[in-house]
């Protein structure tokens, strides 16, 4: 059997984690949404001035050249980075992590009418599918961005009245 203070400090560090996550997701996903948002207008500023200057194409043909060009590489950028795409990622790992933050909550909250020093086997046991499930979210998570990763880890050490001992090793430990 598995000491109640041992596993209580897990579940500890799995929130702590799935918060983390949470809102890593969701601060990537809002910088993604924000720079599709960005490509679509200025794509959509930028064709209209082409379609606009091409009245002009005898006078000042390579301004029509230029924003017909522009026009096009904006359009590019959208298809290859798909920062649409890329934020509907986010916001479903988000979607999961708080699924399996609320998870770890009701354990906690199960782990807490536990009487004695030791865990029963069968808690233990929904533990270790809650760590498989990590693990499976740990799989389907793109490669993290340190910095804001950092900035997430500082948000909800704030959120959580925690001082921030040290960043991050990685997304989710």
Known sequence: MQAL???VEQLQRQHLDARMNVKYHELT?????????YVRIGTALLG?????SAGLWGQVPYVWFALTVL???????????????????????????IDYETKAEMLSLQLA??????VPPAFLDKRNVLLRERGALEMDQPAPNRKRLVVAYA?????????PAQPPRQLAT
């Open 71 to 97: 026009v096009a590489a904006s359009s590019a950028i959208a298809a290859v980075l798909a920062p649409a795409e890329t934020a509907r990622k986010h916001r479903d790992m988000r979607r999961r992590w």
């Open 155 to 163: 948000q909800v050490c704030q959120e959580l009245g925690l001082t």
């Open 48 to 52: 209209s001035g082409a379609l606009a």
């Open 5 to 7: 203070a041992s596993v």
């Open 29 to 37: 996903s809002q910088r993604f949404e924000a720079f599709d948002r």
């Open 113 to 118: 009418e536990v009487k004695g020093g030791d």
